[in-house]
């Protein structure tokens, strides 16, 4: 059967979209190949959130083009997600050695388009349409060979909740590439959350462009509780699942329910992204935000009450169009007020038909640069105090597996979302146990196994902060 390779640019969203198309092919018949170079078919997810993210794909996609037309002539080369929607047809258009063009709706059709493809029944596929349903397609997981009883093969697993945003933040292309809001319904992502907790998985992270928005038209608010923490209380009620993760979520989605909601549910991690963009009243509103400054620290402060340990992180944009030294400036007090444990530092990126592309005072690009390093500093700084103040506490974690730096040794991560490398046995992957934090590197903390459970609430996880320079979409 053909071979396949998928390489995947931008959020977790597109992580978990290769994962689908990967499980729907494996059960097509195909099979994964370890690199491109071994592939009958190489796909690109791709991602459009900034220029940057876009010249890469097609960058790679060209040196594939020019190995495979020395090496393996009869190579098929396709383009999935993002920049597949926005670009379609001129993708092929421009680049002739690419066979297969598949928007973000159509995903779930890789399979079929590539059977016929390779059968020869069509020449060159551009599928980028609207696709009713398509939000209840990604839900294939890979083949886990692991069980909740033996060591699990795979501890954290994500799960596509919905898809799309209307938001329409005048800086982001996301509306555009994936659509309206679609949710899935409540009892099919239970179902599936109960089925990766049945093969080991002990924790999952809800995944959608805005998961506060989940189910808003189609589920009813019920006592005081909107549908996304409705949905939070059914996973919480999966047995075998420990812990959920959400995002990428919105601050106005942070009701009264859903802080409540860290308070009420113990399996909902102290962790929370809260996407700020700018600290300038003026420059939230050109963005179309639909907060204040003051609401949303009103939103930290209410979310460190119910819980003290959260681990806050955001997301920033620097050198929005109009950005003045006095709006950086608020954005950089902004920071100094929250001291987020994380935050990714964007540089503001013109993309097509947004409304900001076209505003006047585009920043110029140095400016940008000096901007993103001066608030890159301020970050880092703001962390390292807090890196420190965690070593010889006990925190909870739950062990990953192999260690990414060091096989000989495992990982976890804190309850805050911090990655936590110490010494084990494979027994204890898939389990929550303490770890005394022993010393700290750059986004990373080292520990030991603690004797001695100080604080069975769990409650005791520190607050680890650094800023994070993104290169691709990587998202935490
Ligand atoms: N809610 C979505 C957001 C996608 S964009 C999700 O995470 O799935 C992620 C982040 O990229 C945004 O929060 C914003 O900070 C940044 N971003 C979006 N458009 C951008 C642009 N045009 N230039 C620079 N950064 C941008
Ligand atoms: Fe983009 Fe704003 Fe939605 S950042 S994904 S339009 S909330």
Redesign the pocket.
């Known amino acids: 059967m053909p071979s396949v390779f998928i390489k995947t640019y931008g959020?977790q969203?597109n992580e978990r979209d290769s994962e689908a198309v990967s499980a729907q092919l494996v059960a097509r018949g195909y099979t994964l190949a370890p690199s491109e170079a071994m592939a009958d078919v190489v796909l690109l997810n791709t991602c459009s959130?900034?220029d940057l993210a876009e010249q890469k794909a097609l960058g790679k996609m060209r040196s594939v083009i020019g190995n495979s037309r020395r090496a393996r002539p009869g190579q098929i080369h396709g383009f999935l997600g993002c920049m597949a929607q926005s670009r379609g047809a001129e993708l092929v258009e421009q680049m002739p050695g690419v066979d297969l063009v598949v928007g973000t709706q159509k995903l779930h059709r890789t399979g079929e388009y590539l059977d016929d493809l390779l059968a020869r029944r069509r020449g060159k596929i551009v599928e980028t349409g609207d696709e009713e349903g398509s939000q209840s397609e990604v839900r294939d997981h890979l083949v886990l060979s692991g069980s909740a009883e033996t060591a699990p093969a795979q501890v954290s697993a994500f799960v596509s909740i919905m898809q799309g945003?209307n938001q329409h933040c005048t800086?982001?292309?996301?509306p555009a590439t994936r659509g309206g809001e679609r949710s899935r319904s409540i009892p099919e992502i239970v179902d599936e959350c109960r089925r990766l907790a049945g093969r080991g998985v002990r924790e999952v992270t809800l995944l959608g462009?805005?998961v506060t928005s989940f189910g808003k038209r189609e589920i009813p608010v019920a006592e005081g509780r909107s549908a996304f923490v409705q949905l939070l209380d059914a996973v919480h009620a999966v047995d075998g699942l420990e812990r959920i993760r959400f995002?990428?979520p919105h601050p106005k989605g942070y009701g009264d329910d859903l802080i409540e909601a860290f308070g009420r549910l113990p399996k909902l991690v102290e962790s929370a992204h809260l996407?700020l963009?700018s600290g300038s009243d003026r420059l939230l509103k050109l963005m179309h935000r639909g907060y204040t400054l003051e609401r949303y620290l009103g939103i930290v402060r209410r979310l460190r009450a119910v819980k003290p340990s959260i681990g806050v992180s955001t997301?920033?944009?620097v050198g929005f169009p109009g950005e003045t030294e006095e709006d950086f400036a608020r954005t950089m007090e902004a920071c100094d007020e929250v001291l987020f444990d994380m935050a990714?530092v964007?540089?503001?990126?013109q993309?097509r038909d947004?409304p900001a592309a076209t505003m006047e005072d585009q920043v110029p690009q140095e400016t940008i640069e000096e901007r993103h390093r001066k608030l890159l500093d301020r970050i880092n700084a703001q962390g390292m105090a807090k890196y420190e103040a965690l070593v010889g506490r006990t925190v909870e974690i739950l062990v990953e597996g192999p260690s990414h730096r060091n096989a000989a040794r495992l990982e976890g991560r804190t309850r805050c979302n911090k990655i936590v490398v110490f010494p084990g046995s494979p027994r204890h992957v898939g389990r929550v146990m303490d770890v005394r934090i022993e010393r700290t590197g750059t986004f990373t903390l080292y520990g030991d196994p603690a004797i001695v459970n100080l604080d069975p609430s769990g409650d005791d996880d520190g607050v680890v902060t650094g800023a994070v320079e993104t290169v691709g979409?990587s998202?935490r």
């Open positions: 959020c969203m959130v900034r945003c800086f982001c292309i996301v462009q805005i995002t990428s996407p963009q997301d920033i944009i990714y964007f540089k503001y990126s993309r947004t979409m998202h």
